[in-house]
């Protein structure tokens, strides 16, 4: 069973920046996704940016582009979201998520998949002056 440990939000400025890190175990292929979603206050879940192995392939929401960067290091089975630029409407719980056999990064971060993804426990991201 694939687990999930998110750390690294927090309170930042806008214009400022944050990394979240997430720690992935329990894959039993070497064809996975990882991916960031997040909820804003009474708002529904979104992806954020999601990659994919073994191609790499990375889909980014189009308001986080040039700003929000997902990256991998597989010797450590971690992946990160690098938030710069933040925005108040950046504001919410960051989800990382895992699909433990391939898929294209669009479809995982589409939404569709929710209910086959694992999740883990989220970390709060608040953009405030």
């Known amino acids: 069973q694939v687990q999930l440990v998110e750390s690294g939000g927090g309170l930042v400025q806008p214009g400022g920046s944050l990394r979240l890190s997430c720690a992935a175990s329990?894959?039993?292929?070497?064809?996975?996704?990882l991916g960031w979603f997040r909820q804003a206050p009474g708002k529904e879940r979104e992806g954020v940016s999601c990659?994919?192995?073994?191609?790499?392939?990375?889909y980014s929401l189009d308001s986080v582009q040039g700003r929000f960067t997902i990256s991998r290091d597989n010797a450590k089975n971690t992946v990160y979201l690098q938030m710069n630029s933040l925005k108040p409407e950046d504001t919410g719980v960051y989800y990382c998520?895992?699909?433990?056999?391939?898929?294209?990064?669009?479809?995982?971060?589409?939404?569709?998949?929710?209910?086959?993804?694992?999740w883990g426990q989220g970390t709060q991201v608040t953009v405030s002056s």
């Open positions: 998520a895992a699909y433990p056999w391939f898929t294209r990064s669009w479809a995982m971060c589409s939404g569709e998949m929710s209910n086959l993804l694992s």
């Open positions: 329990g894959f039993t292929s070497d064809e996975y996704a």
């Open positions: 990659i994919n192995e073994p191609d790499n392939e990375i």
